[in-house]
């Protein structure tokens, strides 16, 4: 049994939730997320809590916890939203928001274009800092991967993009 499963959701003020047998739509202030149901498993509203129903066997608990989660993170997503801090680490690394496109000057012979997607924003308070914000938890954090995909941490001198607070073990250098 599931103990994740278990617990119910509640809904903040100001959280509404439209609950159909195929999928679920959290509509909040900061906007509106949906998640699909899979075969087995019920969403249940009660006056402002949402409990989840769903049958023993074939892994259908497990999923029913991964449902539940997925289902607080989109209520949180939508009350207060989601961020994901990087900071750029090396000489001359700028990053600024351009329109619809972040421009990162990480040390390579041409500047990179990075797209926002829909649904993101990003800031640059100062040129080493890059805020993504979004309602989506699984795309805020996709996004942050991608961007620090572009130069990652590299071992010797920690240069590149990186989370902020993520410790980076550097690698000792060659000896004589």
Known sequence: ???????????????????????????????????????GIRVVQEEKKLALKYSEGDGIAMQAGATRAHIA????????GYERKLELVGVGFRAQVQGKALNLTLGFSHPVNFPIPDGI??????????????VDRQKVGQVAAEIRGIRP????????????????????????
């Open 153 to 176: 941490p590299e071992p010797y001198k920690g240069k590149g993009v990186r989370y902020a607070n993520e410790q980076i073990q550097l690698k000792e250098g060659k000896k004589k």
């Open 121 to 134: 924003s990003i800031d640059t308070p100062s040129q080493t800092e890059i805020i993504v914000k979004g």
């Open 1 to 39: 049994m599931s103990r994740v499963a278990k617990a119910p959701i509640e809904l903040p003020q100001g959280v509404t939730a439209t609950v159909s047998p195929e999928s679920i739509t959290i509509k909040g202030a900061k906007g509106t997320l949906s998640l699909p149901l899979k075969n």
């Open 73 to 80: 993170n989109m209520v949180l997503g939508v009350t207060k």
